[in-house]
Protein backbone atom coordinates (compact mmCIF):
# COMPACT_ATOMS: atom_id res chain seq x y z
CA UNK A 1 0.00 0.00 0.00
CA UNK A 2 3.10 2.11 -0.56
CA UNK A 3 1.63 5.83 -1.92
CA UNK A 4 -1.31 5.84 0.32
CA UNK A 5 -2.24 8.98 2.69
CA UNK A 6 0.03 7.91 5.67
CA UNK A 7 -3.28 8.18 7.80
CA UNK A 8 -6.62 7.05 7.35
CA UNK A 9 -9.58 9.12 9.26
CA UNK A 10 -12.93 7.79 8.27
CA UNK A 11 -13.29 3.99 7.24
CA UNK A 12 -16.55 2.39 5.55
CA UNK A 13 -17.44 -0.86 7.23
CA UNK A 14 -18.76 -2.19 3.59
CA UNK A 15 -21.80 -4.86 5.33
CA UNK A 16 -24.90 -4.37 5.87
CA UNK A 17 -24.91 -6.85 8.37
CA UNK A 18 -26.18 -4.60 11.87
CA UNK A 19 -23.96 -7.48 13.96
CA UNK A 20 -20.77 -7.04 12.08
CA UNK A 21 -21.07 -3.18 11.59
CA UNK A 22 -21.63 -3.39 15.35
CA UNK A 23 -18.36 -5.53 16.06
CA UNK A 24 -16.20 -3.94 13.63
CA UNK A 25 -17.32 -0.41 15.02
CA UNK A 26 -16.19 -1.42 18.68
CA UNK A 27 -13.11 -2.85 17.50
CA UNK A 28 -12.00 0.65 15.72
CA UNK A 29 -12.90 2.61 18.28
CA UNK A 30 -9.34 2.85 19.62
CA UNK A 31 -8.31 4.38 16.39
CA UNK A 32 -10.57 7.16 16.50
CA UNK A 33 -11.49 6.86 12.93
CA UNK A 34 -15.51 8.18 11.67
CA UNK A 35 -16.59 4.99 10.86
CA UNK A 36 -19.41 4.58 8.08
CA UNK A 37 -21.40 1.50 7.79
CA UNK A 38 -22.75 0.66 3.81
CA UNK A 39 -26.20 1.20 4.97
CA UNK A 40 -26.05 4.75 5.71
CA UNK A 41 -24.08 5.73 2.52
CA UNK A 42 -26.84 3.86 0.47
CA UNK A 43 -24.48 1.13 -0.76
CA UNK A 44 -25.95 -1.44 -2.52
CA UNK A 45 -25.36 -5.26 -1.19
CA UNK A 46 -22.66 -7.07 -2.94
CA UNK A 47 -23.00 -10.40 -4.99
CA UNK A 48 -21.07 -12.84 -2.84
CA UNK A 49 -19.81 -14.68 -5.93
CA UNK A 50 -16.55 -16.14 -4.43
CA UNK A 51 -16.29 -19.32 -2.95
CA UNK A 52 -13.62 -18.63 -0.67
CA UNK A 53 -14.18 -16.44 2.64
CA UNK A 54 -11.02 -14.09 1.51
CA UNK A 55 -12.79 -13.55 -2.07
CA UNK A 56 -15.73 -12.13 -1.04
CA UNK A 57 -14.43 -10.00 1.70
CA UNK A 58 -12.00 -8.72 -0.93
CA UNK A 59 -15.24 -8.26 -3.38
CA UNK A 60 -17.45 -6.67 -1.13
CA UNK A 61 -14.46 -3.88 0.18
CA UNK A 62 -13.65 -3.21 -3.46
CA UNK A 63 -16.91 -2.00 -4.04
CA UNK A 64 -17.37 -0.52 -1.25
CA UNK A 65 -13.95 1.71 -1.66
CA UNK A 66 -14.78 2.59 -5.28
CA UNK A 67 -18.45 3.75 -4.53
CA UNK A 68 -17.81 5.62 -1.51
CA UNK A 69 -14.30 6.81 -2.70
CA UNK A 70 -12.68 6.33 1.01
CA UNK A 71 -11.10 3.27 2.35
CA UNK A 72 -13.60 0.63 3.01
CA UNK A 73 -13.49 -2.97 5.90
CA UNK A 74 -14.91 -5.78 4.91
CA UNK A 75 -15.97 -8.92 6.14
CA UNK A 76 -16.53 -12.45 5.63
CA UNK A 77 -17.16 -15.05 7.89
CA UNK A 78 -18.98 -18.13 8.29
CA UNK A 79 -19.20 -21.43 10.64
CA UNK A 80 -17.54 -24.54 9.21
CA UNK A 81 -18.36 -27.90 10.64
CA UNK A 82 -15.69 -30.64 9.96
CA UNK A 83 -18.51 -33.45 9.74
CA UNK A 84 -20.60 -31.08 6.94
CA UNK A 85 -17.30 -30.91 5.08
CA UNK A 86 -16.56 -27.55 6.27
CA UNK A 87 -20.36 -26.56 5.25
CA UNK A 88 -21.97 -24.19 5.92
CA UNK A 89 -19.41 -22.35 5.15
CA UNK A 90 -18.94 -19.21 2.96
CA UNK A 91 -22.86 -20.17 2.40
CA UNK A 92 -23.61 -19.52 6.07
CA UNK A 93 -25.86 -16.28 6.04
CA UNK A 94 -27.45 -18.12 2.87
CA UNK A 95 -28.36 -21.24 5.18
CA UNK A 96 -30.40 -18.73 7.19
CA UNK A 97 -32.62 -17.81 4.32
CA UNK A 98 -34.18 -14.79 2.87
CA UNK A 99 -35.10 -13.49 6.22
CA UNK A 100 -31.70 -14.13 7.62
CA UNK A 101 -33.43 -16.21 10.35
CA UNK A 102 -30.57 -17.88 12.53
CA UNK A 103 -32.51 -19.88 14.52
CA UNK A 104 -33.66 -21.55 11.58
CA UNK A 105 -29.77 -21.50 10.27
CA UNK A 106 -28.70 -23.47 13.47
CA UNK A 107 -31.45 -25.68 13.36
CA UNK A 108 -30.79 -26.72 9.62
CA UNK A 109 -26.74 -27.34 10.71
CA UNK A 110 -28.59 -29.37 13.98
CA UNK A 111 -30.63 -32.06 11.68
CA UNK A 112 -27.93 -31.69 8.85
CA UNK A 113 -25.64 -33.16 11.83
CA UNK A 114 -28.17 -35.56 13.20
CA UNK A 115 -28.65 -36.98 9.90
CA UNK A 116 -25.71 -37.87 9.29
CA UNK A 117 -25.28 -39.46 13.35
CA UNK A 118 -22.87 -36.91 13.58
CA UNK A 119 -23.51 -35.57 17.35
CA UNK A 120 -20.72 -37.05 19.63
CA UNK A 121 -20.96 -36.25 23.50
CA UNK A 122 -18.03 -33.75 23.17
CA UNK A 123 -19.82 -31.72 20.41
CA UNK A 124 -19.28 -31.72 16.89
CA UNK A 125 -15.96 -30.07 15.67
CA UNK A 126 -15.98 -26.72 14.24
CA UNK A 127 -14.36 -23.49 13.58
CA UNK A 128 -15.39 -20.14 12.43
CA UNK A 129 -13.43 -18.50 10.23
CA UNK A 130 -13.19 -14.43 9.47
CA UNK A 131 -11.37 -12.68 6.44
CA UNK A 132 -11.27 -8.88 7.03
CA UNK A 133 -10.18 -7.00 3.88
CA UNK A 134 -8.97 -3.41 3.53
CA UNK A 135 -9.52 -1.91 0.43
CA UNK A 136 -8.87 1.69 -1.20
CA UNK A 137 -10.58 3.65 -4.03
CA UNK A 138 -7.50 3.04 -6.67
CA UNK A 139 -8.28 -0.61 -6.18
CA UNK A 140 -5.55 -2.32 -3.82
CA UNK A 141 -6.67 -4.54 -1.10
CA UNK A 142 -5.23 -6.76 1.66
CA UNK A 143 -6.70 -9.70 3.36
CA UNK A 144 -6.51 -10.44 6.90
CA UNK A 145 -7.93 -13.89 8.24
CA UNK A 146 -8.62 -15.08 11.45
CA UNK A 147 -10.19 -18.41 12.82
CA UNK A 148 -10.93 -19.71 16.03
CA UNK A 149 -11.63 -23.38 16.90
CA UNK A 150 -13.88 -25.36 18.80
CA UNK A 151 -17.30 -27.55 19.24
CA UNK A 152 -21.23 -27.46 18.64
CA UNK A 153 -23.67 -27.60 21.49
CA UNK A 154 -27.35 -28.32 21.04
CA UNK A 155 -30.04 -26.62 22.17
CA UNK A 156 -28.25 -23.44 21.69
CA UNK A 157 -27.18 -21.39 24.57
CA UNK A 158 -27.22 -17.71 25.11
CA UNK A 159 -28.78 -14.21 23.21
CA UNK A 160 -26.03 -12.54 22.52
CA UNK A 161 -23.52 -11.77 19.65
CA UNK A 162 -25.23 -12.91 16.25
CA UNK A 163 -25.50 -15.73 13.87
CA UNK A 164 -24.41 -19.08 14.81
CA UNK A 165 -22.95 -17.79 18.26
CA UNK A 166 -25.26 -19.46 20.53
CA UNK A 167 -24.15 -22.82 19.01
CA UNK A 168 -20.63 -22.13 18.98
CA UNK A 169 -18.40 -23.21 22.48
CA UNK A 170 -15.38 -21.81 21.89
CA UNK A 171 -11.91 -24.28 22.78
CA UNK A 172 -11.39 -23.50 26.53
CA UNK A 173 -14.35 -22.01 26.99
CA UNK A 174 -17.68 -23.05 29.18
CA UNK A 175 -19.53 -20.50 27.91
CA UNK A 176 -20.89 -19.86 23.96
CA UNK A 177 -20.43 -17.45 22.02
CA UNK A 178 -24.06 -16.35 22.47
CA UNK A 179 -23.61 -16.43 26.64
CA UNK A 180 -20.09 -14.26 26.38
CA UNK A 181 -20.14 -10.48 26.91
CA UNK A 182 -19.34 -8.38 24.05
CA UNK A 183 -15.29 -7.61 25.33
CA UNK A 184 -15.17 -11.50 26.61
CA UNK A 185 -15.69 -12.48 22.98
CA UNK A 186 -13.85 -10.09 21.27
CA UNK A 187 -10.78 -11.46 23.20
CA UNK A 188 -10.65 -14.46 21.21
CA UNK A 189 -12.69 -14.37 18.17
CA UNK A 190 -12.11 -15.25 14.89
CA UNK A 191 -12.75 -12.05 13.97
CA UNK A 192 -10.63 -10.24 16.53
CA UNK A 193 -8.09 -12.23 15.21
CA UNK A 194 -8.26 -11.73 11.98
CA UNK A 195 -8.05 -7.95 13.39
CA UNK A 196 -5.04 -8.31 15.23
CA UNK A 197 -3.38 -8.78 11.62
CA UNK A 198 -5.14 -5.84 10.48
CA UNK A 199 -4.57 -3.53 13.66
CA UNK A 200 -0.54 -4.11 12.64
CA UNK A 201 -1.08 -3.05 9.17
CA UNK A 202 -3.05 -0.07 10.34
CA UNK A 203 -0.22 1.29 12.68
CA UNK A 204 1.87 1.50 9.90
CA UNK A 205 -0.43 3.59 7.46
CA UNK A 206 -2.44 5.39 10.79
Known sequence: MNGHPSAITE???????????RELADLLRPFGLAVLAAAELGLPEVSETETTFAGNSRLKALAAAKAAQLPALSDDSGLEVAALDGAPGVYSARWAGPRKDFLLAMQRVHDELAARKAWIDTGPVANFTAALCLAWPDGTAEVFE???FGRLVWPQRGSRGFGYDPMFLPDGSVHT???MEPEAKHAISHRARAFALLKARLGTIG
Open 11 to 21: LVVASHNPGKV
Open 146 to 148: GKV
Open 177 to 179: FGE
